[in-house]
């Protein structure tokens, strides 16, 4: 994808359907519109580069500028900012700290993390159980699987981290 900078104005657009808007007045030709119709609009291809990744789930890498190299091509540097900041209500009263946003956001994202850890762990639950009928249909030694089954049904009341889990092993 092309990435394209309004020289004048240094604002960067992603797309066409966002130059199209910037520039309600101009007839656009139809079908794939060429690299020279937007230069004649004083846009120039702009290099975004790879974004970054922030340092940290309360971080958040924006555009920071837009510059020119000595050979006129255009690129972008990236800065790193806080996800959140305080929020006040018009009469200048807090409505809600940064500390209490960034607090509510990794309980958000902790518990959407525990949900797709729960969903993996019901899973390994429906296969352990299979895995158990079939040996007791075979008449074959089950508790290996049911001490499996039971470390996985436990191992969410343990689990305080989510990036950090242990999984229980199942029986060879």
Same mark, same amino acid.
């Given at each position: 994808m092309?990435? &394209? %900078?309004?020289?004048?104005?240094q604002?960067i ?16 030709p ?15 291809? %702009? ?9 940290? !789930? ?6 920071? /500028? ?7 091509? &255009? ?21 809600k ?11 958000? %994202?902790?518990? %959407? ?6 969903? /993996? ?5 429906? /296969? ?12 074959? !030694?089950?508790m ?22 242990? &999984? ?5």
């Amino acid at each position: 994808m092309q990435n &394209w %900078i309004h020289v004048e104005t240094q604002k960067i657009f992603s797309n066409l359907g966002e130059i199209k808007r910037a520039n309600p007045n101009t007839s656009f030709p139809p079908g794939p519109v060429k690299p020279d119709f937007l230069k004649n609009l004083g846009y120039e291809v %702009i290099d975004t580069g790879t974004r970054p990744l922030p340092s940290s !789930d309360l971080k958040i890498v924006k555009i920071d /500028q837009a510059k020119q190299r000595e050979d006129k091509t &255009w690129y972008v540097t990236y800065k790193e900012v806080n996800r959140h900041s305080t929020t006040k209500h018009p009469d200048g009263s807090i409505l809600k700290t940064k500390a209490q946003q960034d607090k509510d956001y990794l309980e958000n %994202i902790k518990m %959407i993390k525990l949900g797709g850890i729960r969903d /993996q762990r019901n899973s390994l639950l429906s /296969q352990a159980d299979l895995e158990i009928s079939k040996g007791l249909d075979n008449e074959e !030694d089950v508790m290996p699987w049911r001490k499996y089954r039971k470390a996985l049904r436990e191992m969410m009341d343990n689990l305080k981290d989510p990036d950090k889990v242990v &999984w229980p092993q199942p029986p060879k």
